[in-house]
């Protein structure tokens, strides 16, 4: 059942009624992906936190599937893309048909003109197809032959994409992965989850039985609530701290940007709210950190640890600067 409000798009919720509708999704969504609880939070945190989501894993795990349920929960416009090497950047973001009964060019809207974009296996098209997203991502907005056209709020883009390791596949540029959020991989499912979705799955799929939990007026006040959270001054510097430490460890060729900075205080102030805060703690800080960095920076070739053991994946440095950067004393106002 959509819920609807009568109060102004923009203004904050009750922490009851946020609360109501967080959980609501979050029990629709966890019907569909069986012991994803943590994939499910990391969609709805970027959701609510106004920023985009790359999900990569190998073939089979769900991605599309957490995607559409996350699509499925919002009574939106929804639009999907398949990426393929033959996909234009005209083919997503629209094009000028000339109209010859007018003798005038008419815009045509492509699919990125949605609340909620689901780009599947985006790094199975060409970096030139991909950079059509790059202004959207960040602008919210499309040029289109010297014209701007604005995508409506909300707008969220969610994006699967398989190991570049797999065949007919294209590494997303730097500046691609830097617009995303947050990166998440959903893994297999452990054995009792992977017999409970045979069964439920004999039966048609249940997205089919999710209904929408919140329109559009609905999701902009949940925003509105999330841009509330109170983020204190020693926080902030925390969360820059830890930014700032990956542009200087010598194991990182490329560090997190100031983007990544803002991302991850926006990221955090969702994760406070569904937690049933209206502050941010360096936990919230230390927990979205990985996901929130990770797939924007670049490891040296051979890269090591301080202790001269070596570094397997970005994500080992990220935690190590988590746990070596001080914690400032939690407090919900200085």
Not at 305 to 323: C, Q, W, Y
């Amino acid at each position: 059942m959509t819920t609807t409000s009568a109060a102004t798009p923009d203004s904050a919720l009750s922490a009851e009624e946020f609360a109501e509708l967080g959980a609501g999704i979050r029990r629709a969504m966890n019907s569909v992906l069986d012991g994803k609880p943590d994939a499910v939070d990391a969609a709805l945190t970027v959701l609510l936190a106004e920023g985009h989501l790359l999900i990569e894993d190998v073939p089979g795990v769900g991605k599309t599937m957490l995607a559409r349920a996350l699509a499925r929960c919002v009574d939106a416009t929804v639009s999907r893309i398949q990426f393929t090497p033959d996909l234009l950047p005209a083919d997503i973001t629209g094009v000028s048909v000339f109209r010859q009964q007018l003798g005038t060019f008419e815009f045509t809207p492509g699919p990125v003109f949605a609340h909620i974009v689901i780009g599947d296996e985006i790094n199975r098209a060409s970096p030139k197809t991909q950079s059509a997203l790059l202004e959207c991502m960040e602008e919210q907005q499309v040029t289109v032959d010297g014209r701007t056209h604005h995508l409506e709020s909300p707008f969220l883009v969610v994006a699967t994409q398989n190991p570049i390791e797999m065949e007919g596949t294209y590494a997303l540029p730097e500046a691609q992965r830097d617009r995303f959020m947050a990166r998440i991989s959903i893994g297999y499912p452990d054995a009792e989850s992977e017999a409970l979705m045979v069964r439920d799955r004999e039966h048609g799929s249940p997205l089919d039985r999710v209904e929408p939990v919140v329109d559009v007026a609905g999701l902009r006040r949940m925003i509105a609530t999330v841009r509330e959270v109170y983020v204190s001054p020693a926080v902030e510097r925390y969360a820059v701290a830890i930014v700032q430490a990956t542009r200087d460890d010598s194991a990182l060729r490329l560090g997190a940007s100031p983007r990544s900075t803002l991302q991850l205080v926006r990221a955090s102030r969702a994760r406070a709210a569904l937690d049933g805060r209206d502050f941010v703690l360096p936990d919230d800080i230390d927990a979205l950190a990985t996901t929130v960095l990770s797939h924007r920076m670049v490891l040296v070739p051979r890269a090591q640890h301080p202790d001269g053991s070596a570094v397997r994946s970005v994500d080992e440095v990220v935690d190590r600067i988590v746990a070596a950067t001080p914690v400032p004393v939690p407090t919900a106002r200085d």
